[in-house]
C-alpha cells in the first residue's frame, strides 16, 4: 500500500521547474546523487594532490621542489622545502578528505541515492527535503574542510584519527588552533548529513519497494546500501559524542581525555582523563565506517559482475548474509586498532578472535565473484575491470588483515607502513575501484550518453598498476620498521645505514608511482567531462541488464516512471536462463508456467 500511495503522490510529474529548483536545489534523487558525485571527485582530486606534496618531502627529504613552492607559498615551504608541520597537516587533511568525503560521500551519496528508487520501483526517497539537505550539509561540510587548508596557522594537525592529546591542546602545534576547530566543525555537519541521509535510505528500503518487489527479489546493491545506511545510523552518533567531548576539553576546561600533562615545561591542571577513551569512541565508529565506503562498493560489483559474466550471481543468499554478517562483526572488532594501549590480553584475544571471524563472511564474497566469473560468457568492458579488480585488491589486502589481526604479530608492526599499506590496499583502492566501476557502469543512467571505452581501459590499467605500485612496496617499508607519519627518516642512519638506504629507495619508486596514478585520474576527469557534453547518446539498456533502473526512460523524468510503477516478478540476476529467447530476462517479465524463480 505504501508503494502504491507513493506512486498516487506524483500527479505533477510534468511540472516546470526553474534552474534553481532543478540543478542546485534538487529534490530529486538522480540530480542529488549527481551532486553528491561532483563533489566527491573533487574532493579526491584535491586529496590525492595533498597526497603527492607530502610524498614529494618523503621520497627526497631536504630538496628543494618548485611543486611544493607553487602550492605551499614560502610560510609553509620555505625554500620550497615542506614545513614539518604541515607536513602533518596535509597527511591529516588527505586521510580525512579520502575516507570521508571521496569513499563515504562519493560511495553512499552517489550511488545509494541514484539507484534506490531506480532499483525499488520508487518515485523518490521517502522525503525529497531531507534528501536535498543531506546534500547540502555534506556540501557545506565540503567547504569548511577545504577552507581550512588556507588558514594562516594550517589545518588541523594530529592525523585524520585526530588522537588527543595533539588535537586537544590548542598549544600543541599551529594547527591545532582554528585548523583543529574547523575540523571539529566539518565532521560535526558531515555527521548530520550522514544521519539525515542514513534514514531516508533505511526508510526509503523498507516502505517504498513496487508491487513483487520482495527483500529476496532485491539486487546485492540494495541490500548493500540499506546495511551501510544500518551502520551509519549506529555508529556516526558514537564519532559525534567523541568530537563533542574533545571540543570541551578544548573550550571548557573539562578532562575527559587529558591528564598529567606538560607543555613547555608548564604542568597543565588536567587531570583524570585518558586519550584511550577517546581512540575507544573514535574505533567504534572507526571500523564500521571501513565497511560504510566498502559494503556499497562490493554491492556495486555484484551487480556488474554478475550482468558482464551473463551469469545469475553465485550464492544470492550467502551474499546477503555475508553481507549482514560483516555489518554485525563489523561493530566488535574495534579493539584490533587498540592492542599496544596496555588492554588486558584476554580482552586483545576475544577482539582478535572476532576480527579473525569477519574474515569468513569476506572470504564468502569473494568466492561467490570468482564463482560467479568462473565459465562466464565475460564481456570487459571499463566498469568489469574495475569490479575484477576490487575482488583482486579485496583479496591482497585482506590477506595482510589476517597478520594483523593477531594480537602477536600487531604489535610488531603496529603504527608502521605496513598498516598503511594494508588498509590503503582493502579500503582504499577496493572502495575507489568500486566507485570507478559504479560510475562507468551506471553513467548512461546518470548522463544520457556512453563514455569512451577505449579511455576506460587506459584509466583501469594506469590505476591498477600504479596503486600497487604505490602500496604494495609499502609493507617492505613497514616491516623495516619505518613508523607512519614520519616527516623524515634520516634518524634511521645512525644505527642501520642499510635500513635507511631501503627505506629512501622504497619511497622514491613509492612516490613515483604516485605521480602515475595520479596523472591516470585526469584520462578519468576528461572522460568524464567529455562524456557529459559529447559524449554517444545511451540507449535505454546498454548492458542488457535485468534490474529496474533500466526500465525508465533515457531523459530523466520526475518521478521516474511516466506511467505506472512496474511491477515485479523475479529476482534480479535471470541471465542466460535455459528455455529463454535472450541471454537477460528483466524483473518486470512475468514467470512463465511450470518456470521456477530461482
Same mark, same amino acid.
Given at each position: 500500500?505504501?508503494?502504491?500511495?507513493?506512486?498516487?503522490?506524483?500527479?505533477?510529474?510534468?511540472?516546470?521547474?526553474?534552474?534553481?529548483?532543478?540543478?542546485?536545489?534538487?529534490?530529486?534523487?538522480?540530480?542529488?546523487?549527481?551532486?553528491?558525485?561532483?563533489?566527491?571527485?573533487?574532493?579526491?582530486?584535491?586529496?590525492?594532490?595533498?597526497?603527492?606534496?607530502?610524498?614529494?618531502?618523503?621520497?627526497?627529504?631536504?630538496?628543494?621542489?618548485?611543486?611544493?613552492?607553487?602550492?605551499?607559498?614560502?610560510?609553509?615551504?620555505?625554500?620550497?622545502?615542506?614545513?614539518?608541520?604541515?607536513?602533518?597537516?596535509?597527511?591529516?587533511?588527505?586521510?580525512?578528505?579520502?575516507?570521508?568525503?571521496?569513499?563515504?560521500?562519493?560511495?553512499?551519496?552517489?550511488?545509494?541515492?541514484?539507484?534506490?528508487? %531506480?532499483?525499488?520501483?520508487?518515485?523518490?526517497?521517502?522525503?525529497?527535503?531531507?534528501?536535498?539537505?543531506?546534500?547540502?550539509?555534506?556540501?557545506?561540510?565540503?567547504?569548511?574542510?577545504?577552507?581550512?587548508?588556507?588558514?594562516?596557522?594550517?589545518?588541523?594537525? =594530529?592525523?585524520?584519527? /585526530?588522537?588527543?592529546?595533539?588535537?586537544?591542546?590548542?598549544?600543541?602545534?599551529?594547527?591545532?588552533?582554528?585548523?583543529?576547530?574547523?575540523?571539529?566543525?566539518?565532521?560535526?555537519?558531515?555527521?548530520?548529513?550522514?544521519?539525515?541521509?542514513?534514514?531516508?535510505?533505511?526508510?526509503?528500503?523498507?516502505?517504498?519497494?513496487?508491487?513483487?518487489?520482495?527483500?529476496?527479489?532485491?539486487?546485492?546493491? /540494495?541490500?548493500?546500501?540499506?546495511?551501510?545506511?544500518?551502520?551509519?545510523?549506529?555508529?556516526?552518533?558514537?564519532? %559525534?559524542?567523541?568530537?563533542?567531548?574533545?571540543?570541551?576539553?578544548?573550550?571548557?576546561?573539562?578532562?575527559?581525555?587529558?591528564?598529567?600533562?606538560?607543555?613547555?615545561?608548564?604542568?597543565?591542571?588536567?587531570?583524570?582523563?585518558?586519550?584511550?577513551?577517546?581512540?575507544?569512541?573514535?574505533?567504534?565508529?572507526?571500523?564500521?565506517?571501513?565497511?560504510?565506503?566498502?559494503?556499497?562498493?562490493?554491492? %556495486?560489483?555484484?551487480?556488474?559482475?554478475?550482468?558482464?559474466?551473463?551469469?545469475?550471481?553465485?550464492?544470492?543468499?550467502?551474499?546477503?548474509?555475508?553481507?549482514? =554478517?560483516?555489518?554485525?562483526?563489523?561493530?566488535?572488532?574495534?579493539?584490533?586498532?587498540?592492542?599496544?594501549?596496555?588492554?588486558?590480553?584476554?580482552?586483545?584475544?576475544?577482539?582478535?578472535?572476532?576480527?579473525?571471524?569477519?574474515?569468513?563472511?569476506?572470504?564468502?564474497?569473494?568466492?561467490?565473484?570468482?564463482?560467479?566469473?568462473?565459465?562466464?560468457? /565475460?564481456?570487459?568492458?571499463?566498469?568489469?575491470?574495475?569490479?575484477?579488480?576490487?575482488?583482486?585488491?579485496?583479496?591482497?589486502?585482506?590477506?595482510?588483515?589476517?597478520?594483523?589481526?593477531?594480537?602477536?604479530?600487531?604489535?610488531?608492526?603496529?603504527?608502521?607502513?605496513?598498516?598503511?599499506?594494508?588498509?590503503?590496499?582493502?579500503?582504499?583502492?577496493?572502495?575507489?575501484?568500486?566507485?570507478?566501476?559504479?560510475?562507468?557502469?551506471?553513467?548512461?543512467?546518470?548522463?544520457?550518453?556512453?563514455?569512451?571505452?577505449?579511455?576506460?581501459?587506459?584509466?583501469?590499467?594506469?590505476?591498477?598498476?600504479?596503486?600497487?605500485?604505490?602500496?604494495?612496496?609499502?609493507?617492505?617499508?613497514?616491516?623495516?620498521?619505518?613508523?607512519?607519519?614520519?616527516?623524515?627518516?634520516?634518524?634511521?642512519?645512525?644505527?642501520?645505514?642499510?635500513?635507511?638506504?631501503?627505506?629512501?629507495?622504497?619511497?622514491?619508486?613509492?612516490?613515483?608511482?604516485?605521480? /602515475?596514478?595520479?596523472?591516470?585520474?585526469?584520462?578519468?576527469?576528461?572522460?568524464?567531462?567529455?562524456?557529459?557534453?559529447?559524449?554517444?547518446?545511451?540507449?535505454?539498456?546498454?548492458?542488457?541488464?535485468?534490474?529496474?533502473?533500466?526500465?525508465?526512460?533515457?531523459?530523466?523524468?520526475?518521478?521516474?516512471?511516466?506511467?505506472?510503477?512496474?511491477?515485479?516478478?523475479?529476482?534480479?540476476?535471470?541471465?542466460?536462463?535455459?528455455?529463454?529467447?535472450?541471454?537477460?530476462?528483466?524483473?518486470?517479465?512475468?514467470?512463465?508456467?511450470?518456470?521456477?524463480?530461482?
Amino acid at each position: 500500500m505504501a508503494a502504491v500511495a507513493h506512486g498516487a503522490d506524483h500527479g505533477h510529474d510534468h511540472h516546470e521547474e526553474s534552474f534553481v529548483s532543478k540543478y542546485i536545489f534538487s529534490q530529486d534523487h538522480k540530480m542529488i546523487g549527481k551532486q553528491f558525485l561532483m563533489t566527491a571527485v573533487f574532493m579526491g582530486l584535491v586529496a590525492m594532490l595533498l597526497s603527492i606534496l607530502f610524498r614529494i618531502q618523503l621520497a627526497w627529504p631536504g630538496e628543494s621542489s618548485d611543486f611544493l613552492s607553487m602550492f605551499l607559498g614560502e610560510k609553509w615551504a620555505p625554500n620550497g622545502i615542506l614545513n614539518n608541520e604541515m607536513y602533518l597537516g596535509l597527511v591529516t587533511i588527505h586521510g580525512t578528505l579520502m575516507v570521508f568525503f571521496l569513499l563515504t560521500g562519493g560511495l553512499s551519496g552517489t550511488f545509494s541515492n541514484l539507484l534506490i528508487p %531506480l532499483q525499488i520501483g520508487a518515485r523518490d526517497m521517502a522525503s525529497g527535503f531531507l534528501n536535498m539537505l543531506s546534500y547540502w550539509l555534506f556540501f557545506l561540510s565540503s567547504l569548511i574542510m577545504f577552507a581550512s587548508l588556507f588558514i594562516e596557522t594550517g589545518p588541523a594537525m =594530529a592525523g585524520w584519527t /585526530i588522537y588527543p592529546p595533539l588535537s586537544a591542546l590548542p598549544q600543541a602545534v599551529s594547527g591545532s588552533g582554528l585548523g583543529m576547530t574547523m575540523w571539529l566543525t566539518s565532521m560535526t555537519i558531515f555527521i548530520a548529513s550522514s544521519l539525515i541521509g542514513s534514514l531516508n535510505y533505511i526508510v526509503t528500503v523498507l516502505n517504498l519497494r513496487t508491487t513483487g518487489m520482495k527483500m529476496t527479489r532485491m539486487p546485492l546493491t /540494495i541490500w548493500a546500501f540499506l546495511v551501510t545506511a544500518i551502520l551509519g545510523v549506529l555508529s556516526f552518533p558514537v564519532l %559525534l559524542s567523541a568530537a563533542l567531548l574533545l571540543l570541551m576539553d578544548r573550550t571548557m576546561g573539562t578532562s575527559f581525555y587529558l591528564s598529567d600533562i606538560i607543555v613547555g615545561g608548564e604542568m597543565l591542571e588536567n587531570v583524570g582523563g585518558s586519550p584511550v577513551l577517546y581512540q575507544h569512541l573514535f574505533w567504534f565508529l572507526g571500523h564500521p565506517e571501513v565497511y560504510i565506503v566498502l559494503l556499497p562498493a562490493l554491492g %556495486l560489483s555484484s551487480e556488474i559482475i554478475s550482468t558482464n559474466s551473463r551469469k545469475p550471481i553465485f550464492g544470492y543468499r550467502a551474499m546477503i548474509g555475508s553481507i549482514l =554478517a560483516i555489518g554485525f562483526l563489523s561493530f566488535i572488532v574495534w579493539g584490533h586498532h587498540m592492542l599496544v594501549t596496555g588492554m588486558n590480553p584476554f580482552l586483545g584475544s576475544v577482539f582478535v578472535f572476532t576480527t579473525l571471524l569477519i574474515a569468513i563472511p569476506s572470504a564468502v564474497k569473494v568466492f561467490n565473484y570468482l564463482t560467479t566469473l568462473w565459465k562466464g560468457s /565475460i564481456t570487459y568492458t571499463p566498469a568489469m575491470l574495475f569490479a575484477v579488480g576490487l575482488v583482486s585488491t579485496f583479496i591482497t589486502g585482506g590477506v595482510t588483515g589476517i597478520i594483523l589481526a593477531d594480537s602477536a604479530l600487531d604489535i610488531a608492526v603496529h603504527d608502521t607502513y605496513f598498516v598503511v599499506a594494508h588498509f590503503h590496499i582493502v579500503m582504499g583502492m577496493s572502495a575507489v575501484f568500486g566507485m570507478f566501476a559504479g560510475v562507468y557502469h551506471w553513467f548512461p543512467k546518470m548522463y544520457g550518453k556512453m563514455m569512451n571505452s577505449r579511455l576506460g581501459y587506459v584509466h583501469f590499467w594506469i590505476t591498477i598498476v600504479g596503486a600497487y605500485g604505490v602500496f604494495f612496496p609499502m609493507h617492505f617499508v613497514g616491516l623495516a620498521g619505518a613508523p607512519r607519519r614520519y616527516y623524515d627518516y634520516s634518524v634511521y642512519e645512525g644505527f642501520s645505514k642499510g635500513a635507511y638506504e631501503m627505506i629512501l629507495d622504497l619511497n622514491v619508486i613509492i612516490t613515483v608511482f604516485a605521480i /602515475i596514478a595520479a596523472l591516470g585520474q585526469i584520462v578519468f576527469l576528461f572522460n568524464l567531462f567529455v562524456s557529459i557534453y559529447r559524449g554517444q547518446a545511451a540507449p535505454q539498456n546498454p548492458w542488457k541488464s535485468n534490474t529496474l533502473e533500466w526500465t525508465t526512460p533515457v531523459e530523466h523524468v520526475h518521478g521516474n516512471w511516466p506511467g505506472e510503477l512496474p511491477t515485479v516478478h523475479r529476482w534480479p540476476y535471470d541471465y542466460s536462463k535455459p528455455g529463454m529467447e535472450e541471454d537477460f530476462v528483466p524483473q518486470t517479465t512475468p514467470l512463465m508456467e511450470g518456470e521456477e524463480e530461482h
